[in-house]
Antibody, heavy 129, light 111 residues
Framework: QVQLQESGPGLVKPSETLSLTCSVS??????????WSWIRQPPGKGLEWIGY?????????????KYNPSLKSRVTISVDTSKNHLSLKLSALTAADTAVYYC???????????????WGQGTLVTVSS | QSVLTQPPSVSAAPGQTVTISCSGA????????VNWYQQLPGKAPKVLIY???LLSSGVSGRFSGSKSATSASLVISGLQSEDEADYFC????????????FGTGTKVTVL
């Protein structure tokens, strides 16, 4: 059974860059089949997809990464297959970026990810000086 | 940014049936599959329904999903106290060069 575990700083300052890691166990972080995503949830609010990493070359969109248009200018998602982990970098932080950050996996599809079948437990990140 | 609209809350007594609606557009629900997630307090979301109406492994048959045009519904029959949670619909949206979108979320309360 695949397990995902997020890790990173719980507190970051405004204007700084957040770096989170998602360690994958119980299976390979095969980015040629699965879509590996980051999703966040501000306290008491709904879910927001941040982006995915998927490099099958057959997906609907070219390139291994796809980001939410509202965050695109500040986000970088990458995969390190040697370490079996997924990373997130989010720059120019503001208080509005305070949220629980989840990593999640979507099963293989030819075109776009449809649903997320495995999730990490989430890690709370607070942006405050 | 959510473009999938759900009622903020629904409630019912144990044993009753509740329906949660999810209203979207041709660029999301109209052209892509709808998926439903349950989020228990303090927990990560868990997929209940995928590809519009398929029940995820291990999920109770009291949950069912459907889709029609640009809307979708999640039905919980025989409501139980353990069903008290937040529920989110979700789909891929082909606008703005593509992104995944979640619904606004619905809090289910068991009276």
């Amino acid at each position: 059974q695949v397990q995902l575990q997020e890790s990173g700083p719980g507190l970051v300052k405004p204007s700084e860059t957040l770096s989170l890691t998602c360690s994958v166990s119980g299976g390979s972080i095969n980015s040629k089949t699965f879509y590996w995503s980051w999703i966040r949830q501000p306290p008491g609010k709904g879910l927001e997809w941040i982006g995915y990493f998927h490099d099958s070359g057959t997906a609907k969109y070219s390139g291994p990464t796809k980001y939410n248009p509202s965050l695109k200018s500040r986000v970088t998602i990458s995969v390190d297959t040697s370490k079996n982990h997924l990373s997130l970098k989010l720059s120019a932080l503001t208080a509005a970026d305070t949220a629980v950050y989840y990593c999640a996996r979507a099963p293989p599809t030819m075109i776009v990810p449809h649903y997320f079948d495995f999730w990490g437990q989430g890690t709370l990140v607070t942006v405050s000086s | 940014q959510s473009v999938l609209t759900q009622p903020p809350s629904v409630s019912a007594a144990p044993g009753q049936t509740v329906t949660i609606s999810c209203s979207g557009a041709s660029s999301n629900i109209g052209d892509n599959t709808v998926n439903w997630y349950q989020q228990l307090p303090g927990k990560a979301p868990k997929v209940l329904i995928y590809y519009n109406d398929l029940l995820s492994s291990g999920v109770s048959g009291r949950f069912s999903g459907s889709k029609s045009a640009t809307s979708a519904s999640l039905v919980i029959s025989g409501l139980q106290s353990e069903d008290e949670a937040d529920y989110f619909c979700a789909a891929w949206d082909d606008s703005l060069n593509g992104f995944y979108v979640f619904g606004t979320g619905t809090k289910v309360t068991v009276l």
